[in-house]
């Protein structure tokens, strides 16, 4: 039976490196549009993705988040583990965090197995583009990401 698999890009453009994951979601749909897989851009609205995972065995979430690590980082973890992986404080301009989501996603018992792509960001200040350490590992963050996702699709 083939999995159903979606990758999310989850962000907002207007708050710099906020919207790293909707620039990369835009860059694996240009370079790495896998067969089977729904690339979906949800932008800031994160409340209506907890309804679509339900459609999904597998889920990949890319966002920006605020871990403590170094700027432009790449970690990927399941949602599961986020609160050993994430600090207290928001991490995002979202309609939920990843912290919110997750309790959503434990309220409602979901079934799909979710994975973050979460970048470190470093400037989630008002205005567009992102900061000089996201535009230089943007390349190679797009295709850890592409390789990853070949993984789970195996």
């Known amino acids: 039976m083939l999995k159903k698999v979606a990758v999310v890009g989850l962000g907002n453009t207007l708050r710099r ?19 089977g897989v729904d690339y979906l851009n949800f932008g800031i609205a994160s409340f209506d993705l907890v309804h679509r995972m339900q459609e999904y065995d597998i889920i990949l979430l890319i966002d920006g988040i ?7 980082e790449l970690k990927i973890f399941e949602l599961k583990d986020i609160f050993y992986t994430l600090r ?6 979202h309609e939920f965090d ?4 997750f309790e959503l996603y434990k309220r409602f018992e979901l ?12 400037d989630t200040s008002l205005g567009e583009g992102v900061s000089e350490p996201l535009q230089k590992r943007k390349e190679e ?5 592409a390789d990853f996702i070949d993984k789970v699709l195996d």
């Open 141 to 145: 963050i797009v295709k850890e990401i």
């Open 66 to 72: 605020d871990a403590g690590l170094k700027a432009a």
């Open 88 to 93: 207290s404080a928001p991490t995002s301009t």
């Open 98 to 101: 990843l912290k919110s989501l």
């Open 17 to 35: 490196d906020d919207g790293i994951g909707i620039l990369i979601l835009e860059s694996l749909l240009t370079l790495f549009k896998q067969e």
């Open 111 to 122: 079934k799909s197995k979710i994975y973050v792509a979460g970048i470190q960001v470093q």
